[in-house]
């Protein structure tokens, strides 16, 4: 076996077979075994056969190219009828341990080929909690009334990313304003209750020590990160920076995201089930309901000690990330096209950067390699970096790889190459001569294939063998039959060195092949980048276009608006001025008949006459 343990503890879980009801839409025999377990000292005192399986071995389809039997070795390997309560008590059980009690961080990661089964052991179904929701009753039962929520104050002291805390209920009151609430995974769309009685970790502490729970939900999607717990519409989803603060010194931290203070069972899982919701999901020709990112489930636990001596609260501050990775897919098996096909390039590429990293966590492990090259992708960077940095103890760390014995065996053989903890393979013997008095050529010729490295020009020492099966002594052997197996011994290394020649190649030309597809899903999508581009281009000069038109309509209207309004203006003025007129007229022929009358009378008077009199007689005579 070459290599050392990684600095993660990795398990090995595979699925069950596909149900007829939903049938595995490749398929294939299965081709993976599981090894008994390496008997202990103490099975052999008993000859009884114990102890934890941790190999597997892999046996390519008789039509692959090469038939190099595999076997990987992994912390622990769960079979096919291993339910979650069980993985649960295996691995997360522990890890919790740590969080609750020594306030390590912990990190539990899936990964796998798409349809394996990580979505599944992470979030469970229907039938089966999963490992998250079994995770958080944990956390809720063991530390029950210790449960509370953070003052404003103890926000300030404690957030130091740009963090926007709200309770569960102001959250939820949020977000069913932009989700319809039937749309969100209810949390009793899971088994209430666990399958057995539930773990419970004793927190040490005085009565006084109490605990705050905060839940963030992210996704990297096409190598961005995202907030699930921040609901918008999809062309509006800003991403979130990934960034040193003032406090976390080199270490890189998600800033902006919405943490929501949990303070029980309900309440988180509904949390939850936004964030479910919220993830980028699609139907793929592998999985049907296939993650198309990274999720990051994360649950930060604040412990509050109150001083004795003055009364302060300290804050200690322990994280548990768990980690659903998107599974690798070729895009052949998923017929993926478009969006679907670029999210694959994304989702292989991160997981590439992540296959070197892992493997070079372990030969760094030795000594002598490299620094694992973590920047290379989001993915990378925060798992070895914000979930879970190898180089800060105390940390607790757990993959788990998730496997269809029976799947694709290339893309399953290439995700345990690179995530076991250590691994070896070996040729296949041909068939060995059994037994029988005459050896034909072609048994001779597969018998020698197994002795071929020998630089000798002489029949091996294998040869007094073939005399006892063959039924004579060596001597017996005639010179023809000596010169033929020395020529068929040649005639055997030479053709074991063009097979090894042609299995370098082939190898090569896989890699090329991996090269290859991975340019092409760089090349589609940037070309698809810059149609995108190109569209929203020509979208953006068709608008503005649209819009100087439309400005240009409307001004043209306004003028003719101005227009009819002064003449509209100008008509009234000009009849008010005739009316005008004509008043004045009237008014000034009314003045010039007073004026005579009363010209009329000063004369009258003025000859002796009584006016008044006169008008008086007048009015009698009407
Ligand atoms: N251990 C298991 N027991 C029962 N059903 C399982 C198990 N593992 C997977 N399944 C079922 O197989 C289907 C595919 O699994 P899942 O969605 O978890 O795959 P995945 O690895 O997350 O795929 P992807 O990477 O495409 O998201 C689901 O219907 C799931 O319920």
Known sequence: MEGQPHAFQVYLRLRPPYHQSTPRKSHSEPFLTILPP???????????????????????????????????????????????????????????????????????????????GKTHTILGNRQARGMTQMALDVLFRSLGDKISKLSESQIEQCNDAEAEIMNAEAFMTRVTSVIEPQQIPKPNAFPTKPSVDPYVVQCPGPASTKYAILMSIYEVYNDRIFDLLAPSNAARRKALLFKSTKTSGDRKVVTGLRKIMVTNLYDALQVLGVGQYQRSHGETGSNDKSSRSHCFITLELKKLKKSRLDGSTKIKESTFTIVDLAGSERARN????????????????????????????????????????????????????????????????????????????NATSQMLKYSALAKSSVNPRPPTVMSGRSVSGSSLFSHFSVVSGSTEERPDSSLSALSVVSGGPRAMLSQDMMNMIVLLQRQVREADERAREAEKRAEEADARCLEIEMQVREEVTSDMERRIGLMERQMLFKLQDQAEKEEMHVDHKLDILKRTLMETNDENDRARDVEIEEYVRELEAENNSLRNEVQALKRKRANGESPLKERSLNRLKF
């Open 38 to 116: 390496v008997p202990t000292a103490s099975d052999q005192d008993q000859d009884t056969e114990s102890g934890t399986k941790t190999q597997v071995t892999i046996h390519p389809p008789s039509h692959h190219r090469s038939q190099k039997i595999e076997t990987f070795s992994f912390t622990e390997v769960f079979e096919e009828t291993c339910g979650q309560v069980e993985v649960f008590g295996r691995i997360v059980a522990p890890i919790l341990d740590g969080v609750l009690k020594d306030g390590r961080d912990g990190m539990l990661a899936t990964l796998g080929v798409t349809g394996s």
């Open 334 to 409: 998923a017929k993926t096209v478009g969006d679907r096909l670029a999210e694959g390039g994304h989702i292989n590429k991160s997981l590439m950067f992540l296959g070197q990293c892992l493997e070079l966590s372990t030969t760094q492990s030795l000594g002598h390699a490299p620094k694992v090259p973590y920047r290379q992708s989001k993915l990378t960077e925060l798992l070895f970096t914000n979930s879970y940095n190898p180089a800060a103890e105390p940390q607790i760390a757990a993959i788990i790889v998730t496997a269809d014995p029976a799947g694709d065996f």
